[in-house]
């Protein structure tokens, strides 16, 4: 939703958002941290003709330490969001990751993640994303990871529905 759809060097996004939530942090469990909030949100559009939106938000993310090297966390996440051009989306996304060390300079981890994101306008799109990778770090101040990512997105609109296959191969660096 833009002002001045007309002219493209001057085509912003034009709303307000407004969060009001409680929440929690900290130990909630034996070997269980977690970090919830839950409230609602308000996205108040500034141009004429757009109805404004509510919206039930809630934010977890919860980490189980099931043994000293090895961990699980659920995420959770209902709130609004934004496309590249500001377009103004619902999002949901549900997600399961673990990661495990297997001694002090190889770990390995994994995710899966289900998404629902609903355009104003009518688009929606369905997100299925997983990744499985190891991470190795020869010293403090270095780490190599390699991963498998798959993407899946099904979409109402056709040019946004794909299928991606990545090998992701990335390095750190600190000093």
């Known amino acids: ?51 404004d939106e509510d919206l039930f ?16 966390s659920f995420v959770y996440s209902k709130d609004f969001n934004a496309d590249a051009f500001g377009t103004s989306i619902e999002s949901e996304d549900i ?24 355009y104003n306008g009518g688009r929606s799109d369905d997100g299925l994303f997983g990744q499985v990778g190891v991470t190795f770090t020869p010293t403090l101040y270095s780490a190599v990871t390699i991963a498998y990512v798959v993407y899946n997105n099904d979409s109402d609109f056709a040019p946004a529905d794909f299928d991606n296959n990545v090998i992701n191969i990335s390095g750190t660096l600190r000093y």
């Not at 307000?16 to 919830?36: C, H, S, V, W, Y």
């Open 1 to 51: 939703i833009s002002q001045n759809r007309g002219d493209p060097l001057n085509f912003r996004p034009d709303y307000d958002d407004q969060f009001f939530n409680l929440g929690i942090r900290g130990e909630i469990g034996a070997k269980t941290t977690a970090e919830i909030r839950v409230g609602t949100q308000q996205r108040d559009f500034n141009t004429v003709g757009v109805d």
């Open 57 to 72: 938000s809630a934010n977890a993310r919860v980490t189980w330490a099931a043994t000293e090297k090895s961990n699980l």
């Open 95 to 118: 997600q399961l990751g673990g990661s495990t060390a297997f001694n002090d300079q190889l770990s390995g981890f994994a995710s899966l993640r289900l998404a629902n994101d609903d």
